[in-house]
Nanobody, 124 residues
Framework: QVQLVESGGGLVQAGGSLRLSCAAS????????GGWFRQAPGKEREFVAT????????YYSDSVEGRFTISKDNAKNTVYLQMNSLKPEDTAVYYC?????????????????WGQGTQVTVSS
């Protein structure tokens, strides 16, 4: 059984930074693509970033491109999301996900495993 546990969320002022971590157990991220999604109140879950199994390819949503960076440390079995220049519209619950069937996908349904989510709140 694979478990994903996110950490690093919190309250930050606009323009600030946070780094989210997603630690996996039961399966290594070296054999899985990693992804981050977010869901704001009253809105659908949306894609944020994804990284391939090898870590060589990354993709971002237009809304975070240039501000967020996804990375992975296969030795630590962890995927990260570095978030800089945060805006109030980045406020959401952020979810980590792992895909064993496809590498570097933006499609939520192609992820097998999900974390419980971590709250990120950006104040203006």
């Amino acid at each position: 059984q694979v478990q994903l546990v996110e950490s690093g969320g919190g309250l930050v002022q606009a323009g600030g930074s946070l780094r989210l971590s997603c630690a996996a157990s039961g399966r290594t991220f070296s054999s899985s693509a990693g992804g981050w999604f977010r869901q704001a109140p009253g809105k659908e879950r949306e894609f944020v970033a994804t990284i391939s199994r090898s870590g060589s390819r990354t993709y971002y949503s237009d809304s975070v491109e240039g501000r967020f960076t996804i990375s992975k440390d296969n030795a630590k079995n962890t995927v990260y999301l570095q978030m800089n220049s945060l805006k109030p519209e980045d406020t959401a619950v952020y979810y980590c996900a792992a895909s064993t069937v496809i590498t570097a996908t933006m499609v939520a349904s192609q992820y097998d495993y999900w974390g419980q989510g971590t709250q990120v709140t950006v104040s203006s």
